[in-house]
């Protein structure tokens, strides 16, 4: 418990120093924001998969394998195709075009210049929808690491929750997305290094893949079938389009895009893409793989099946590795709720602050309401991860389904249809964000289907019916769109 102990220190320590470096280096809201759009290949995607992947990567979904077996890969292969996509898709688009939409740093103020709503409307309702599911997302990975604290140090869960938001903070305020970005690197490395090398151990122990199987079937044949669940019953159409839905969240994620917005050029994107893909896919594999064996090495099973991980590295590894594995839990913690803070700071800095209350707002103005913001948001977001009994994945799964369903296909259509206007895009963000809210309040028959899919597809029409509907972008919008096309294919 020593070793483990020191190692974590060891651990925050290390991060919080990257914070302080980049303290020294952020000067103004472009740095603190996505800083000064400089980051290569490499960071651009470690730190978007780390800072996508959150806890959830080494809690949520192995614990979900543990449960559902092979039908957990319905879930990991819809989020490696919607991966992939989305750098495909988005990434150079969302780079140029919200560098010629007048510099936008946020989300929200990439929609307001893309439109050139000088109402804000797009730019407030937007930022409103970030801070909602935003406190939803921050406080799973805050239930992630009371989690964490509570099963290898024995805490209290409310003090390791205080703890990890304490970590947290103290790094995302003094360093911004520079801080963010490096710490992630080393995280990202950290996560898949403990993907792969668990499965690889606990495997080794029963046989190989080979005995693993074995095990598995042993204890429950169903669980080698992808297209039954746990009790034999054939997967529903509605099951399996909810886990493959997943894949659509991607397009609308504000943390994951900031990465696409502060890379260095659109020419980095091929390199980062497949950086991107690979790491995902390999983290993906790892964690079901990590579930599947557990099965075989656990046949008595578990109270909480997210804990399988930090159970299983306790088992497997002598206290000095198994501290660093279980860092790599606070690292995915951590690279996630440091990324939405800051994303959810800046929409109250630049898309409520500057906009609405003080439009001549200084850079060091604008940086220190962000850094105030973030306290805020953190405090909130900790007192929502104060039930115990809150699961990673069900609170990862509404966030992720809110901003899949507002943001997705606004951005897309935004990035790839001319014709699309001010209303159109307002329409599609409020109808995707509040069918995601309704609907997750319904139950039986198809509304038993993942939220985000009908908040996506209604969210498209409502754009495409909307735009059709009203006036057509103006002469200036519509020729930006073109030099875009022409940088873009250049």
Known sequence: MVTVTITFILYLL????IGIVAYRRTQDLSDYVLGGRNLGPIPSALSAGASDMSGWLLMGLPGYAMAAGYGSFWLAGGLLVGTWLNWLLVAQRLRVYSQRADDALTL???????????????????????????LFYTS??????????????????????LVGATAVISYTLFGGFLAVSWTDVVQGLLMVGALILVPLFAMGEIGGLSGTLAAVEAKNPELLNMFTDANGDTITLIGTLSLLGWGLGYFGQPHIL?????????????AAR??????????????????LSAIGYLPEGLGDNETVFMVMVDALFHPAIAGILLAAILAAVMSTADSQLLVSSSALAEDFYKAL???????????????IAVIVIALIATFLAMDKDSKVLELVSYAWAGFGAAFGPALIMSLYWKRMTKMGALAGIITGGVTVVIWKQLSGGWFDLYEIIPGAIFAFIAIIVIS????????????????VEAEIKS
């Open 357 to 371: 209350f003080n439009k001549d707002a200084t850079q060091e103005q604008l940086v220190r309401v962000g850094r």
């Open 140 to 161: 799973s990975g805050l239930v992630a690491g009371g989690k964490l604290f509570e099963t290898v140090f024995g805490f209290d869960y409310t003090i390791a929750v």
């Open 468 to 483: 059709k509907v009203t006036p057509a972008p103006s002469v200036s919008i519509q020729q930006r769109f073109d030099d």
């Open 274 to 291: 497949r950086i991107a893909v690979i790491w995902t896919g390999i983290s993906m594999a790892g964690a079901c793989l990590i579930g």
């Open 108 to 134: 929200p103020a990439y929609f307001e210049k893309r439109f050139e709503d000088s109402s804000h409307s797009l730019r407030v309702i937007s930022a409103v929808f970030v801070l909602i599911f935003f």
């Open 258 to 270: 900031a990465r696409f917005k502060g890379i260095k050029s659109k020419d980095a994107v091929p």
């Open 14 to 17: 290390l991060m919080l120093a």
